[in-house]
């Protein structure tokens, strides 16, 4: 049976279809048709205003990819047109391989277009068009208030919306793209200093060390001073080639801002002048807490990170397992059974919680550190069927990220215990006991990751049914 294809002409009219599959599939067909017919009937569409917006914009791409850098002035007349300039402008620096070709004007003047959209547009567009003299215009770019650092320790706003902060953060990685640091260099003491620090700071480049070591001492305002030294820190180490040697695990490391940080070639001239100025600084706190912030390991600055928490809990968990009441007394199945029954206390389960000895290895809150499964949101993953079961069968399911594990270390030691924490320098193990032990990457030997729970199992043996109920209710009563 003969099979008959679509015509150009057909493949054409599908891009007018409501549904966008359809209109994906007729792009992909017509794209491997010969440009000499598709690049004008595409372009027909495009150029039809009757037509609605999803067609045009189908057709403009479709011919953007048919025509190839031929198709670069037709493009460049369509950023006139407000209603297809986005578009236009996306497709003109969409293929690297003649992105070059495009002129910069029609980008430069879509910076201070209406439209958001058509500014973000122009400026993504102009870090993939590789033209260094696109980075002036990109330091322009407005930096609002709200780009401020996170409290040490604590996690970003990541999943707070803030549509304010992308046209800066989307200009700081254009000009890294085009590798603009002299440009940046040259903007540190004017008012797009913050915009250009922000670039310099992922530019592990000697000539921005030196640029801003040298403005530094140009400049009497304080706090660019200060960004200025965050922004030397910042460069002090950089990532480490990936190697297929390490791995990251289930549980984060949100520490930054590299997980395997290593010194490059103006590490030593950074480490200098840092040292230099914290010795004449009256705020010591300022560099102890770039340290511990960004990992920077230098001794005599202080304020490293510590592991061990500062008013850790001595619990005596042997001492918990060994009473026994009505919960060790019965079976499993007759403890699930009168949980059904019984709505127990949230109050006193969060007494209990303490008692039984579960925060030795558990926290309620983010702001405590990280200890074994977070329970602060734990009512939001689990029923409190799963709940009393990981309580009472702590080996019946382990939950990700916190297998035991059994490493060896040089030294002829071993350690037994669940990760909560681990970067590409350490490891920190807690033990069943709820001990802490911090081990260096470097010494480690072997690692084995174990099938029993480093959970102690027999924790609630000494509760009733209703206290049981209540610590169960407590915990299923932890959302977000
Ligand atoms: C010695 C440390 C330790 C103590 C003490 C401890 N737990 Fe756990 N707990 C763990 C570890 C490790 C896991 C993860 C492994 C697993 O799923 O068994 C876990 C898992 C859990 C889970 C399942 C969480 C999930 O995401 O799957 C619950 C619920 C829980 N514990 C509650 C408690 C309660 C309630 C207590 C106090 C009666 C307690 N734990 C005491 C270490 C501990």
């Known amino acids: 049976m003969e099979v008959k294809k679509a015509n150009v002409e057909q493949l054409v ?39 609605p917006l999803h067609s045009r914009v189908a057709a403009l791409f479709t011919y953007a990819q048919s025509a190839g850098s031929q198709g670069i002035g037709n493009l460049v007349k369509l950023t006139e047109d407000a209603t297809l300039r986005e578009f236009a402008l996306k497709a003109l620096a969409d293929r690297k391989a003649w992105a070059q070709q495009a002129p910069l004007e029609p980008f430069l003047k879509a910076l201070n277009d209406p439209s958001a959209r058509v500014q973000t547009a122009a400026i993504i567009g102009l870090g993939r068009l590789g033209k260094p003299e696109a980075a002036t215009a990109l330091l322009q770019v407005k930096v609002p208030a709200s780009f401020v650092a996170p409290a040490g320790n ?33 903007a540190l003491g004017t008012g797009q200093s913050t915009l250009a620090l922000w670039a310099l700071r992922s530019m592990h480049d000697p000539k921005a060390v030196d640029g801003i070591i040298a403005a530094y001492g140009k400049t009497n305002d304080a706090a660019l001073k200060k960004q200025m030294l965050v922004t030397l820190a910042r460069l002090y ?50 560099y102890a807490d770039l340290n511990s912030r960004l990992r920077m390991n230098i001794a005599e600055w202080g304020g490293q ?50 008692q039984q000895g579960c925060i030795a290895c ?34 019946a399911s382990i939950s990700q990220g916190f297998a035991t594990v059994m490493i060896t270390a040089k030294g002829k030691k071993s350690y037994m215990g669940f990760v909560t924490e681990e970067s590409a ?35 609630a043996n000494a509760l009733s049914y209703e206290e049981f109920a209540s610590l169960v209710t407590f915990l299923s009563e932890q959302k977000k």
């Open 305 to 354: 990170e510590t592991t061990v928490a500062k008013e850790e809990v001595k619990v005596d968990l042997e001492k918990i397992k060994n009473k026994k009441g009505q919960v060790g007394e019965s079976s499993i199945e007759d403890v699930m059974l009168a949980l059904e029954k019984l709505k127990g206390n949230a109050t006193l389960g969060k007494t209990l919680f303490t």
């Open 425 to 459: 320098s350490r490891v920190v193990l807690r033990d069943i006991a709820g001990q802490v032990y911090t081990i260096k990457a470097s010494d480690i030997i072997s690692r084995k990751e174990m099938e029993n729970s480093m959970m102690p199992a027999g924790l």
């Open 154 to 186: 604590t996690e970003g706003p990541h999943a707070t919306p803030n549509s304010a902060i992308v046209p800066a953060h989307l200009a700081a990685r254009a000009l890294v793209s085009l590798n603009a640091v002299d440009a940046c260099v040259k």
């Open 237 to 286: 180490q950089k990532e480490a080639d990936y190697d297929g040697s390490w791995w990251w695990s289930t549980r984060p490391d949100t520490h930054g801002p590299y997980y395997k940080a290593i010194a490059w070639e103006s590490s030593p001239k950074v480490k200098d002048f840092l040292m230099k100025q914290w010795q004449q600084s009256g705020d010591k706190a300022f």
């Open 13 to 51: 009219g599908a891009l007018k279809l409501g549904s966008s599959v359809a209109r994906l599939a007729a792009q992909q067909e017509l794209l491997t048709r010969p440009a000499a017919s598709v690049a004008p009937a595409s372009w027909t569409l495009v150029t039809d205003a009757a037509q």
């Open 362 to 395: 558990h926290s309620l809150s983010r702001n405590e550190p990280m200890k074994g499964p977070f329970m602060g949101q734990i009512g939001s993953i689990m029923s409190r069927d799963q709940i009393a079961e990981s309580i009472l069968k702590p080996n």
